[in-house]
């Protein structure tokens, strides 16, 4: 293993000064950094590359930051599928495990071929509009249909493998992978699913039908959701950092995608144990 990308939350001072420390580890053991470009503006001297020519590059990438930035830097690695080490220099820090004072014995693990990875599942989405595709995406967490002002409620129709599910009534959908389970799926009622799971959340966004319910399904299914709302204002966002505004008979398909985001885990602790202390639970 030669080069290693450096992702980093560059708004915060405290990335900052861990990435340049960390150029220097890697340096002393005759590792090349590939620091991306945002990052490399606030590290003296330092040339930095585009994020998008890091992952074909990389043997590893690691991410200094919060949730929000090892997701944006997942869609980056995409199928490429490299290793990503998450450091949480965040606020919750789901998918960012790994604290700053265990980041080099984390990569020593790694680079000594002792490490977990977690395979997790991404999304593929496709907008069609008047049966063309406008565009396709991928989405870690979830691909969402909101709405933005004035607040009138959107309708949806939902199929599932060609089967229809139901018309959701309501300020949105969620169609989320397991890793998105915790994310603004859940914020909606939706349920927690283990990430080591194969399935697709729906999630619908205070719903004005009492029965419309979170439902889960294969992973294998295709889930079909047509805009059938002349609303104004709907918006197609994948992992809430991507936005796409839709129109009226729009629909937009998801299905898993065909590869995975490989995320190294501490060792030190699992799943539910981050459960329990990222939601408190058990507490007064």
């Given at each position: 293993?030669?080069?290693?990308?450096i992702f980093a939350k560059v708004q915060d001072p405290r990335c900052?000064?861990?990435?340049?420390?960390?150029?220097?580890?890697?340096?002393?053991?005759?590792?090349?950094?590939?620091?991306?470009?945002?990052?490399?503006?606030?590290?003296?001297?330092?040339?930095?590359?585009?994020?998008?020519?890091?992952?074909?590059?990389?043997?590893?990438?690691?991410?200094?930051?919060?949730?929000?930035?090892?997701?944006?830097?997942?869609?980056?690695?995409?199928?490429?599928?490299?290793?990503?080490?998450?450091?949480?220099?965040?606020?919750?820090?789901?998918?960012?495990?790994?604290?700053?004072?265990?980041?080099?014995?984390?990569?020593?693990?790694?680079?000594?071929?002792?490490?977990?990875?977690?395979?997790?599942?991404?999304?593929?989405?496709?907008?069609?509009?008047?049966?063309?595709?406008?565009?396709?995406?991928?989405?870690?967490?979830?691909?969402?249909?909101?709405?933005?002002?004035?607040?009138?409620?959107?309708?949806?129709?939902?199929?599932?493998?060609?089967?229809?599910?139901?018309?959701?009534?309501?300020?949105?959908?969620?169609?989320?992978?397991?890793?998105?389970?915790?994310?603004?799926?859940?914020?909606?009622?939706?349920?927690?699913?283990?990430?080591?799971?194969?399935?697709?959340?729906?999630?619908?966004?205070?719903?004005?039908?009492?029965?419309?319910?979170?439902?889960?399904?294969?992973?294998?299914?295709?889930?079909?959701?047509?805009?059938?709302?002349?609303?104004?204002?709907?918006?197609?966002?994948?992992?809430?950092?991507?936005?796409?505004?839709?129109?009226?008979?729009?629909?937009?398909?998801?299905?898993?995608?065909?590869?995975?985001?490989?995320?190294?885990?501490?060792?030190?602790?699992?799943?539910?144990?981050?459960?329990?202390?990222?939601?408190?639970?058990?507490?007064?």
């Open positions: 293993m030669k080069k290693i990308g900052r000064e861990v990435a340049c420390e960390l150029l220097s580890w890697l340096r002393d053991r005759g590792l090349t950094p590939l620091v991306e470009k945002r990052l490399s503006c606030y590290l003296e001297s330092e040339e930095g590359m585009e994020g998008g020519d890091i992952p074909s590059l990389a043997d590893l990438v690691v991410v200094l930051g919060g949730d929000g930035t090892l997701i944006s830097v997942a869609r980056l690695v995409g199928k490429r599928e490299v290793p990503i080490l998450g450091v949480n220099l965040g606020s919750l820090g789901f998918l960012t495990e790994i604290p700053v004072s265990g980041i080099y014995g984390a990569l020593e693990s790694y680079l000594s071929g002792d490490s977990t990875i977690s395979e997790r599942m991404m999304l593929s989405v496709v907008l069609l509009r008047d049966g063309v595709e406008i565009g396709a995406w991928e989405a870690l967490n979830d691909a969402v249909i909101n709405k933005g002002a004035p607040a009138k409620i959107v309708t949806m129709d939902a199929s599932v493998d060609g089967s229809f599910l139901a018309t959701f009534k309501a300020d949105g959908l969620i169609v989320s992978s397991p890793t998105g389970s915790t994310g603004y799926s859940l914020s909606a009622n939706g349920p927690i699913v283990d990430p080591a799971l194969d399935c697709l959340l729906i999630t619908p966004i205070c719903s004005h039908t009492l029965t419309n319910r979170p439902i889960v399904v294969g992973a294998d299914a295709e889930i079909t959701v047509t805009l059938d709302s002349r609303v104004e204002n709907v918006m197609l966002t994948l992992d809430g950092q991507v936005g796409i505004p839709l129109e009226y008979r729009d629909v937009i398909v998801v299905r898993r995608a065909e590869h995975h985001t490989r995320l190294i885990l501490s060792g030190d602790t699992d799943y539910y144990e981050v459960l329990r202390t990222k939601l408190k639970w058990g507490e007064r």
